[in-house]
């Protein structure tokens, strides 16, 4: 695929999984953009165009995920931005507005198809 979508933002911690996503995306067509923490995160938010969307895990070394969450959903540029939880924890806290909270390990296909129709204009959210 010659134009890329995106860009997705990924907010990942562990360096395997984050390139993973990475050039997951990057294989279907998206520009990807991986980060390992919330603050590399939020720089990265602060200085440009929203994403098409945010692959957030929850388990961040700086600030935890849901924290992350409610920042950019009290920013009036960010809050329309939608959001996909991946998570290993068992039991993730419920994230009101998501487009889903997924557990590691999912079928790249399915994370994949997800993430289409998260970046697609009609499915992105006006507001919350």
Do not use: H, W
């Not at 995160?41 to 388990?59: E, F, N, Q, R």
């Not at 992350?68 to 329309?80: E, H, M, N, S, W």
């Not at 909270?101 to 697609?120: F, V, Y």
Request: aromatic share 4%.
């Amino acid at each position: 695929m010659n134009v890329a979508r995106g860009p997705v933002l990924v907010v990942e911690d562990d360096e395997v999984m984050r390139g993973a996503l990475k050039s997951m995306l990057e294989s279907g067509g998206y520009a990807a953009i991986a980060v390992r923490s919330a603050n590399e995160a939020l720089d990265y938010l602060a200085a440009g165009t929203p994403p098409c969307l945010i692959v957030l895990d929850l388990s961040l070394p700086d600030i935890q995920g849901d924290r992350f969450y409610a920042t950019i959903r009290a920013d009036p540029v960010l809050a329309a931005t939608p959001v996909l939880v991946l998570t290993g924890q068992a039991e993730p806290p419920r994230l009101p507005g998501v487009v889903a909270t997924l557990s590691k390990g999912m079928a790249p296909e399915d994370l994949l198809g997800m993430i289409e129709a998260a970046c697609r204009p009609a499915a992105r959210r006006t507001s919350l």
